[in-house]
């Protein structure tokens, strides 16, 4: 297999923090999008996308997303909601949405609904207060199970992971094996920059039902069960 034979190593200490923070963004990569709402104590509906996002647990079934605080150290709307009010909904992002979706990050006051303003139509959730978005073909009602403060000045991050409670999946977009449709989903996902992926090139590699034979020999590993296991 071919190689890297030269490395550039940056070392974080000594680094510019937004520099680190590039770099990471774009090391990292593609990253999902969580859309999600929040509730206001006062019922101002907030809404706004998050890449620093992913599922982190089968059962029970849970996702994680990080609000990262901005460059005075201030924390995000969607944090002080989720403080407050613990509970959310993530909101999948069809290609179709992806302007609007890029409108909801600006930085609007507190009392502004992002959902409102930018344009998108509220649907009711069915086990906890913040709504859906009706544009997104794929929501996860959460309720929050932890937050992990990773520091306080800023862009320090938020780990928020909560434990969701039902999946509403447009109609035609299930398979019959309980998946949804990539290709209906059209989901987009974030990277570096200002820069966005499809997920309209994929491609099928199932998993190995067994050790590789010529690196992984060792009579331990030849002599147990060749039992596929997931995930
Ligand atoms: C595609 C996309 C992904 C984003 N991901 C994050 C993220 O993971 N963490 C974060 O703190 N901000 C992220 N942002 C910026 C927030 O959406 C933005 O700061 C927003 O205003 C926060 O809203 P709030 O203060 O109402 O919570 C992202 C923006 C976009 C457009």
């Known amino acids: 297999m071919n190689q890297f034979t030269h490395y550039e190593t940056l070392s974080v200490a000594g680094r510019d923090m937004r520099q680190n923070y590039q770099t990471l963004i774009s090391c990292v990569v593609p990253r999902p999008i969580a ?38 150290g201030r924390e995000k709307d969607t944090l002080a909601n989720l403080r407050q009010i613990g509970e959310f909904v993530v909101n999948i992002v069809p290609h179709a949405i992806a302007d609007a979706m890029n409108e ?60 969701v409670l039902c999946f509403h999946i447009a109609a ?3 398979t019959p094996d309980g998946a949804v449709d990539p290709a209906k989903l059209d989901a987009i996902a974030r990277m570096g920059g200002d820069w966005y992926a499809t997920t309209r090139d994929r491609f099928s590699m199932p998993r190995p039902t067994g050790p590789k034979s010529s690196n992984c020999g060792g009579s331990a590993i030849e002599s147990s069960p060749q039992v596929p296991h997931r995930p």
Not at 42 to 71: C, E, Q
Not at 156 to 161: L, R
Request: one cysteine or more.
């Open 172 to 174: 035609g977009f299930l």
């Open 35 to 72: 859309f999600v709402t929040t509730l206001s104590p006062t019922g101002v509906v907030n809404l706004a996308p998050f890449s620093f996002f992913n599922g982190v647990s089968g059962h029970p079934p849970a996702v994680m997303f990080a609000p990262a605080n901005d460059r005075h």
């Open 104 to 163: 909801t990050s600006f930085t609007y006051p507190r009392d502004v609904s992002e959902l409102v303003v930018c344009g998108f139509t509220s649907l009711s959730s069915t086990q906890v207060r913040p709504p859906r978005v009706a544009e997104s073909p794929v929501q996860l009602e959460c309720r929050l199970m932890q937050i992990v403060d990773l520091g306080s000045g800023p862009l320090a991050g938020h780990v928020c992971i909560g434990e």
